[in-house]
Antibody, heavy 119, light 114 residues
Framework: QVQLQESGPGLVKPSGTLSLTCAVS?????????WIWVRQPPDKGLEWIGE???????NYNPSLKSRVSISLDKSNNQFSLTLTSVTAADTAVYYC????????????WGQGALVTVSS | QSALTQPASVSGSPGQSITISCTGT?????????VSWYQQHPGKAPRLMLF???HRPSGVSDRFSGSKSGNTASLTISGLQAEDEADYYC??????????????FGTGTTVTVL
């Protein structure tokens, strides 16, 4: 079974850059899949951040598009999220996941990483 | 893109059936048969329960079923069990313009087993 694991700093200063990595095991980042990032502010709902295809094509949530970037690291079988100019509103648990086929079918998820934006 | 609308809470007794609605627009739920449902227990990652409106991934109980009519999708849980107590989210493919595909989640529904 494919496993995903998020990692990165748990605390980021306001106006700084949030960077997270999702390591994939028991599966290849170059397989014919989309890979996504989702976030969930404390006690709130889920928000789709964006996705990347194994060939590097990306799609982003329009509300975050000006600040977000998702990239692949094929040599390390992982993909990354970068979010710039963060504020307290970006405090959330960030999840990475793999998409099954076409559609919002996020079949394998990481355990999530809490990122707090605070000075 | 606005979140899909779900009731904040639904409750039922063990053995009963409950239905959770998920209302969107013609740009998302109504426009595509790409609607999924997720179950999330506290402190855990979401779990995919249904995809493509009504298909169950391997390992998901057949007590979970889905349907769609117009701009509203629905998740029905039959034979409600204590372990079904969780938050549930719908999600849909969305394309607001030809060049902006993506996904949108529902507002979430807390299911309580009485």
């Amino acid at each position: 079974q494919v496993q995903l694991q998020e990692s990165g700093p748990g605390l980021v200063k306001p106006s700084g850059t949030l960077s997270l990595t999702c390591a994939v095991s028991n599966g290849s980042i170059t397989s014919d899949n989309w890979w996504i990032w989702v976030r969930q502010p404390p006690d709130k709902g889920l928000e789709w951040i964006g996705e990347i295809f194994h060939v590097g094509a990306t799609n982003y949530n329009p509300s975050l598009k000006s600040r977000v970037s998702i990239s692949l690291d094929k040599s390390n079988n992982q993909f990354s999220l970068t979010l710039t100019s963060v504020t307290a509103a970006d405090t959330a648990v960030y999840y990475c996941a793999r998409v099954l086929g076409i559609g919002p079918n996020f079949e394998y998820w990481g355990q999530g990483a809490l990122v707090t934006v605070s000075s | 893109q606005s979140a899909l609308t779900q009731p904040a809470s639904v409750s039922g007794s063990p053995g009963q059936s409950i239905t959770i609605s998920c209302t969107g627009t013609s740009s998302d739920v109504g426009g595509y048969n790409f609607v999924s449902w997720y179950q999330q227990h506290p402190g855990k990652a979401p779990r995919l329960m249904l995809f493509d409106v009504s298909h169950r991934p391997s390992g998901v109980s057949d007590r979970f079923s889905g349907s769609k009519s117009g701009n509203t999708a629905s998740l029905t849980i039959s034979g409600l069990q204590a372990e079904d107590e969780a938050d549930y989210y719908c999600s849909s493919y969305i394309r607001t313009t030809p060049s902006t595909p993506g996904y949108v989640f529902g507002t979430g529904t807390t299911v309580t087993v009485l």
